[in-house]
């Protein structure tokens, strides 16, 4: 936990407002009705900003995990994110994290998901939650709002901190869906990772993924980094759009693939990195961990061994 009066050391918070314990069940040939045996069980901390912070300490990059959580269940959370030695500010919550449930389906590579709506957040809680984001450390300079929104909280809630985090002139990366992100979008954040289908929500009509990106560039949303899942990605600025594919590996979980892509964005733009490389290194985090079962995360030598071969291409 983070001590009162400690000096922090890291530049990213993750906010995660609806995490979840993710316990992942391998049952080859999965099928609707059917008995089955659990080849192997994996439980992880989870929630997209939880994934973030913990895909961040694996690329050496440290950081502080924000959010709410349930008082019955807060040991698994906060063990195991003091092992991977990052801090954490949680608002806890009455009753339990929720627990979602990912099957995984080797053969058919394929997972089903049995994802849990969480905990009703009481009013003090966003109070609190208000208060922290009002009082973040100079020396943060990236805040990662990730995930959906659980009960009791408004969807237009990563629009309001977008703004209030703005004035403290922090930069923003928002990854969320559905009404969260259309709100939150009106405000800018200075990076968002939508899917395909995300991006379609954002733009109806028959325009082309090119002329969807450059409406959001109009709106005043500096970088674009659109996930086509196994297809790759697409990193946009104002200024160049590029696109990158990855080798082809075989996929033991997608699960918290895109939660490594953001860590590995993050990263790279902390370093300074240019797009194309911030894309590719991305690319390579996000296959990496979709070859790892659970919500595992790839080595830093994995990433480099993959980013040799992702292949980029300037649109």
């Known amino acids: 936990m983070l001590q009162k009066g400690m000096v922090p050391l890291f530049e990213v918070v993750t906010v995660t407002l609806n995490p979840a314990i993710d316990q992942t069940l391998t049952v080859d040939s999965f099928t609707l009705q059917g008995t089955h045996r659990i080849d192997h069980k994996q439980t992880d901390p989870g929630g ?61 590579n394929a997972i089903t998901e049995l994802n849990d709506a969480g905990f009703t957040v009481p009013p003090s809680a966003l109070r609190s939650l208000w208060k922290k984001l009002q009082n973040l450390p ?83 949303i500096s970088h ?24 082809p590996i075989a996929s033991k979980s997608t699960v918290g693939a895109g939660d490594a892509m953001v860590a590995a964005i993050l990263q790279s733009l902390i370093k300074g990195r240019p797009l194309p490389k911030t894309l590719s290194w991305g690319v390579a985090s996000g296959t990496a961990a979709a070859s790892q079962s659970g919500t595992d995360f790839g080595t830093l030598e994995e990433i480099r061994t993959l980013e040799k071969q992702v292949q980029l291409e300037a649109l």
């Not at 959010?67 to 339990?96: H, K, V, Y």
Request: with cysteine; hydrophobic share 40%.
């Open 224 to 247: 674009i980094f659109l996930s086509l899942g196994a297809k790759g990605a697409i990193g946009s600025s104002p200024q160049e759009h590029w696109m990158a594919t990855p080798p």
């Open 138 to 220: 100079s020396q943060v300079q990236w805040v990662a709002l990730s995930g959906s929104i659980p009960p009791g909280v408004q969807e237009t809630i990563y629009r309001d901190m977008i703004h209030l985090l703005k004035k403290q002139g922090k930069q923003v990366l928002l990854d969320t869906s559905g009404r969260a992100l259309m709100e939150g979008i009106t405000a800018c954040p200075f990076l968002i990772k939508p899917n395909e289908e995300e991006m379609q929500q954002l733009n109806p009509g028959n325009e082309t993924l090119s002329e969807q990106i450059e409406a959001l560039h109009q709106k005043g």
């Open 48 to 108: 997209k900003g939880i994934n973030v912070s913990r895909a961040l300490a694996q690329l050496g990059i440290p950081s502080m995990a924000m959010g709410f959580i349930g008082e019955d269940n807060e040991a698994l959370f906060t063990s195991r994110m003091e092992q991977q030695g990052i801090a954490t500010d949680w608002i806890r919550c009455p009753g339990e994290t929720r627990q979602n449930i990912k099957v995984w389906d080797p053969s058919a």
